[in-house]
């Protein structure tokens, strides 16, 4: 994507990186992944990407557009934690540690979510180096996603729409990750069928996005220990060309950049 003439936005802060101590030597989970790929990236910025940074996490009242009460009470049970992290070792850890270790970041990440996509509307392409929680429903979190950052973006959007008094933007998903987004399938399939196009194709006539959301699993790519694919960096960075190629004046592209321990990898298919 670095060889593009167009600009493109990228963003991140520091505090994405969960700082998860004994975690990443029981999980093959890197905790501290979203730094590394900034640190690959960063020799590789240029006059065609600007930089944009979280100020704060997202708060409970921004999260009550999908998420419930229950949900939100539910991200200081121990029960919850441990299921969603698929780690037993949350268990002896206290609320308030898990709080500013690992739901804080994860909120950072959310907000960042919030921030890149109304970039994408706006500049026409932008990256999150962190979100994606593709396995998060609006009422369930699951497989290490804790907010349903992806159905709260378009929400959001939507909300803007509104406001404004515009038509709702239309949206495509894709999403390349190793494991299935069935977080924000859940939320869409409950939407009206007016607001429902499942399986359209971009090429139909009836259906041409305002924004395209990728979420760029490379943990498809050989080598990343939870993927177990066997997916080239060449085909996938091929992949990514692809969808942005179907970028027009009118479609905006959006990415996450996802994978569990593929910092060079993510990097080298951002550039």
Not at 16 to 29: A, R, V
Request: with cysteine; net charge positive; aromatic share 12%.
């Amino acid at each position: 994507m670095g060889h593009m003439n167009k600009l493109l936005c990228i963003v991140f802060t520091s505090e994405y990186d969960l700082h998860c101590g004994p975690f990443k030597w029981i999980h093959p989970f890197d905790t501290s992944k979203w730094g590394r790929i900034a640190r690959e990236i960063d020799q590789f910025f240029d006059e065609n990407i600007l930089c944009f940074r979280p100020r704060k996490p997202i708060t409970d009242a921004q999260l009550r557009l999908v998420h419930s009460e229950n949900f939100i009470r539910g991200l200081k049970s121990h029960r919850v934690i441990v299921g969603t992290s698929e780690s037993i070792l949350f268990y002896f850890w206290p609320i308030s540690l898990i709080e500013r270790v690992v739901i804080e970041p994860l909120r950072y990440q959310t907000c960042g979510t919030i921030m890149a996509a109304l970039l994408a509307l706006r500049f026409g392409s932008a990256v999150n180096l962190g979100g994606g929680f593709h396995h998060c429903s609006a009422d369930r979190s699951q497989g290490f996603c804790f907010f349903a950052d992806i159905y709260l973006m378009i929400r959001k959007i939507w909300s803007i729409c509104v406001k404004k008094k515009k038509a709702l933007a239309k949206v495509m998903i894709v999403d390349c990750d190793a494991h299935q987004g069935n977080g924000y399938a859940q939320d869409v399939l409950q939407l009206e069928p007016s607001y429902n196009h499942l399986g359209a194709s971009f090429d139909d006539d009836g259906f041409k996005p305002d924004l395209i959301i990728f979420n760029a699993g490379s943990d498809i790519i050989s080598g990343d220990r939870l993927g177990r694919l066997n997916i080239s960096t060449k085909v996938r960075k091929l992949s990514d060309s692809n969808v942005f190629e179907k970028q027009t004046m009118n479609t905006k592209t959006f990415l996450f950049a996802k994978g569990f321990d593929s910092k060079r990898r993510i990097g080298f298919s951002i550039r």
